[in-house]
């Protein structure tokens, strides 16, 4: 029997409390297909993922898996290989015939190197054999997430676009329009506005913006962020009268 031991990694103390806020709102933007036929793994395993801040979604057989995953954007497949109907292998074969690249682990009591050989052939990113600690799972699903980058976030959506209030971004052609005006952006303005979009009205911290958009941890000591968020401002809030991007002061920056 699948033994899974649900972890939060968390306790309520002063001392790791900013880690805890930041880990938050590193895993809220992330929703999560849950492909498993087990109903009592699945629970388990959804159970821990959304206390750990991932949204998830069950999906019990592989005709479902298929329409599902191929019309719907997610960000990780958590995939069993023995599904009712179609098998993950197949399914995984079907995702990556499509150009679906979203990034699949594979879960399986099959621990044969052929057995693993063939997942990786269908295009399998990992592979987590059955039992297994939620622990390893739920790095696993951070490593997968680290290898993303960040203006791809949303590739596997369906239009590409993201939208806040008079604000677009088309994730393709890294067009950005206020108003229906073009805004230039660089590299860097891009993927820090991408970030905020993807988190709207949500607090971001220095370093969290650090992490994701530099792949630095964050040094106190600069002020890299603070002089590209102004950078952003001049040139999404200019000539506007609504601002986007505010201020919480020792806390960090939000868009709303």
Known sequence: MTVIRPYRGITCNEANLNIFVNNLFHFSMYKIALVEDDQKIASLVKTGLEENGYETEIIDNGNAALSLLVENPFHIIILDVMLPHVSGVEIARHLRNNAINTPIIMLTALGAIDDKLTGFQAGADDYLLKPFHFKELLA??????????????????????LKFEDVEIDLKSKEVKRAGQFIDLTSKEFNLLVLFMQNPKRLLSRQYIAQQVWDINFDTGTNVVDVYINFLRNKIEKNFDRKLIHTKIGMGYILK
Not at 140 to 161: C, D, G, M, S, Y
Request: no cysteine; net charge positive; hydrophobic share 30%.
């Open 140 to 161: 696993r699903i951070e490593v997968q997430l680290k290898r993303i980058p960040l203006a791809q976030k949303n590739e596997n959506e369906t239009n590409h676009f």
